[in-house]
T-cell receptor
């Protein structure tokens, strides 16, 4: 089974802090993704990475950055946290080999910015 | 028009009933399709892929209609444990995956 592990289930930070969310997958997947999920808006893609040190902006990258130094790890960084970044953050990974490869999600991190 | 649209529901159905959800997509170049299940305050989990010829997994049947650009999920003999939000997912396969999630359809199975 694919295992995607996010470092924290719940996190509380203050406005202006730099926040790191970590994600590790154990299936040697090439693709990794960061989403946020808010009521009524569904999942929105923040950034994704298709290889080590490679990254692409998703639909809502403003206020975020990412790092992928190793294939198994994809980090999301909130440079200066703001209250509108309070959300559920979900990491996912997928393989590029073969057709019809779904994404597999971590448990999610509920982040509150005070 | 949204890229992927779902009726948010909720669909309230009695145990044992059959229920079906549709999901429409706007991009005719979409190539692969999935249904995910998401329980309250949990992560989405893959329920099943959707194949061109249609596919079945126990009480769940998924179908794809490319001409009308929609996918469907049919649940037979609903169980209380089927209560969840069902997300449809549309992929455009290329060098980098372009994946779009629907906002989900909420199902409540009542005793």
């Amino acid at each position: 089974d694919v295992k995607v592990t996010q470092s924290s289930r719940y996190l509380v930070k203050r406005t202006g802090e730099k926040v790191f969310l970590e994600c590790v997958q154990d299936m040697d997947h090439e693709n990794m993704f960061w989403y946020r999920q808010d009521p009524g808006l569904g999942l929105r893609l923040i950034y994704f990475s298709y290889d080590v040190k490679m990254k692409e902006k998703g639909d809502i990258p403003e206020g975020y950055s990412v790092s992928r130094e190793k294939k198994e790890r994809f980090s999301l960084i909130l440079e200066s946290a703001s209250t509108n970044q309070t959300s559920m953050y979900l990491c996912a990974s997928s393989s590029i080999s073969g057709d019809n490869q779904p994404q597999h999600f971590g448990d999610g991190t509920r982040l509150s910015i005070l | 028009r949204k890229e992927v649209e779902q009726d948010p529901g909720p669909f309230n159905v009695p145990e044992g009933a059959t229920v079906a959800f549709n999901c429409t997509y706007s991009n005719s170049a979409s190539q692969s399709f999935f249904w995910y299940r998401q329980d309250c305050r949990k992560e989405p989990k893959l329920l099943m892929s959707v194949y061109s010829s249609g596919n079945e997994d126990g009480r769940f049947t998924a179908q794809l209609n490319r001409a009308s650009q929609y996918i469907s999920l049919l649940i037979r003999d609903s169980k209380l444990s089927d209560s969840a939000t069902y997300l449809c997912v549309v992929n455009m396969i290329g060098s980098y995956q372009k994946v779009t999630f629907g906002t989900g359809t909420k199902l409540q199975v009542i005793p």
